[in-house]
């Protein structure tokens, strides 16, 4: 028998967990931190989000498994062991949703929607200038599995008109690549939609700030659907009201969920979701975890592990 810890703030997902797990392999036996097991029985934990306390105790911990494609909640994590190996989950099922949320804030910038709904509120009927396929220029900030799949899926829906940004150097055909530091500015020149999908990390952090948004195109449109921390709140609030940026899609923030009292809730121009736009889902992603703990039982790498220094 093999056991295996839940390590997460709430046990939201885990009888999800535990039914697809047990599908593939009934001899794994996932424990709540609610439920009596023993720490010296656990090689491989499925966090998010992890309480404090837990780690000191797993003396024969082997893998982190983190429950999303996102790790930065584990690098928050202060008493995690810095040496231990961390998987991330890569599934397409995840891509794809990603990719349908950002088609959708891309059409809402594209067609006006949200121009029309501030003008519902108003009672004002107001026709936009419309918008061509090849004039709208994207920008893509990160091209990981979430990058790649909502770059195509954006082509596949007419618009040829698409750069990314990545870290290293890439060469994408039909995409306009940039990368590193040097590029981000040229990257965002005259962009008409920026859509940030990038990990956390120190370098991304506030990486959507006032700096950048200059260097849209005026009424610009905004996608964050990566963190809250890549956003400089008080920077979208300015360009708002400039009207540099004309509309914003927001799914995640730093503090979840957001403050009653946060500013965002009231600027109508800003479309708020609740970390909703890419979840995990046990049906697809179990395969992988379970294939994980048969690697650390074997004494073999992990699958998807993530590179420690460069926290992602």
């Not at 009596?36 to 306390?53: N, R, S």
């Not at 290293?168 to 965002?188: D, H, M, N, R």
């Not at 809250?228 to 400039?242: R, Y």
């Amino acid at each position: 028998m093999t056991h295996l810890l839940y390590l997460t703030e709430n046990d939201r997902g885990l009888e999800r967990w535990r039914t697809e797990i047990a599908k593939i392999d009934p001899n794994i036996t996932l424990h709540s931190l609610n439920d009596p097991y023993d720490p010296d029985t656990i090689e491989v934990v499925l966090a998010w989000k992890p309480p404090a306390g837990i780690f000191p105790k797993l003396t024969h911990l082997k893998l982190i498994q983190s429950l999303g494609m996102g790790v930065d909640h584990l690098f928050k994590t202060k008493d995690r062991p810095p040496t231990m190996p961390i998987a991330r989950i890569i599934d397409a099922d995840m891509a794809n949703q990603m990719s349908e949320y950002s088609l959708y804030g891309a059409l809402t910038a594209f067609r006006n929607f949200h121009h029309y709904r501030a003008a519902k509120a108003r009672a004002e009927w107001a026709p936009e200038p419309r918008n061509f396929h090849d004039e709208f220029a994207i920008g893509i900030l990160g091209y990981g599995e979430l990058g790649r799949t909502t770059a195509e899926r954006l082509r596949q829906n007419g618009f040829p008109n698409i750069r990314i940004w990545s870290r290293t150097p890439k060469a994408i055909p039909s995409l306009k690549c940039y990368a590193g530091k040097e590029e981000l500015l040229s990257f965002a020149k005259n962009l008409d939609l920026l859509i940030c999908l990038l990990p956390l990390t120190a370098e991304t952090e506030s990486i959507l700030n006032s700096r950048l948004f200059d260097q849209l195109n005026p009424n610009a449109y905004l996608i964050n659907a990566a963190r809250g921390e890549h956003l400089n709140h008080a920077d979208l609030i300015a360009a708002i009201e400039s009207k540099q940026i004309s509309g914003a899609l927001l799914d995640v923030f730093a503090e979840e969920p957001l403050p009653k009292t946060d500013p965002f809730w009231t600027i109508p121009e800003i479309e708020i979701t609740p970390h909703v736009a890419a979840s995990t889902n046990p049906r697809t992603a179990a395969a992988q975890v379970v294939e994980n703990i048969r690697r650390v039982e074997a004494g073999k790498k992990a699958l998807n592990l993530v590179d420690l220094k460069r926290t992602y």
